[in-house]
């Protein structure tokens, strides 16, 4: 005889039921979605600040370039202007060397030769060379304001005299002639005026 064997499932109980997802409430899911929509923008968020601490980065980076170019160029041009300056000095000397021969020659030859007239005649040579040169380097020429108005932006009135031959506010010596270069006064007249 065969025994007949059942098998039997066992009987569902509270503790054997399965596992069933859980229901949310309707604002436990607001909440959820709201978190996972805050995670991603704070996502977003880092990313974008490590962006802009990489653009801050290059930024000063390219300041710094710039900056240490401004200096180098303004070392650059303080020593072109060095340059310039000693170029144009130099060049102001060396045109002063052919009068300083010529007034070394006046003065052998004054000393070897008494004529007063031949002195004269050098020392007039040598004061047209160094006019000459005033002249070729910057335009450089000297006024005698004798007999002219006085004009306080031409002239530096040394003294006053009154003068029985001239209106008041009249040149009528001259102590120093004054010096232009173009429209600039170099130096002003110095100049007695009449009263």
Do not use: C, W
């Not at 229901?23 to 436990?28: D, Q, V, Y």
Request: no cysteine; charged share 35%; proline share 4%.
């Amino acid at each position: 005889m065969t025994e007949k064997t059942t098998l039997r499932t066992p009987k569902k109980t509270a503790a054997t039921k399965p596992a069933t997802k859980e229901k949310l409430s309707a604002k436990e899911k607001s909440l959820t979605k709201l978190v996972a929509k805050l995670e991603e923008r704070n996502e977003l968020l880092a990313d974008e600040i490590v962006d802009q601490q990489l653009r801050v980065q290059a930024a000063e980076e390219k300041m710094l370039r710039v900056v240490a170019e401004y200096e180098n160029g303004k070392r650059r041009v303080e020593r072109e202007k060095e340059r310039s300056l000693m170029f144009a000095k130099d060049r102001v000397l060396i045109g002063l060397f052919p009068i300083i021969d010529n007034l070394e020659r006046s003065a052998l030859y004054e000393k070897e030769h008494e004529n007063s007239e031949t002195k004269a005649h050098g020392v007039n040579l040598v004061l047209d060379q160094i006019k000459k040169f005033l002249k070729d380097t910057d335009d450089v020429e000297a006024f005698d304001p004798m007999g002219e108005a006085f004009d306080p932006e031409l002239h530096e009135a040394m003294a006053m005299q009154p003068s029985e031959d001239h209106e008041p506010g009249i040149v009528i010596q001259v102590y120093e002639k004054g010096y232009r270069s173009g429209d600039r006064i170099l130096r002003a007249a110095k100049v007695v005026v009449s009263q």
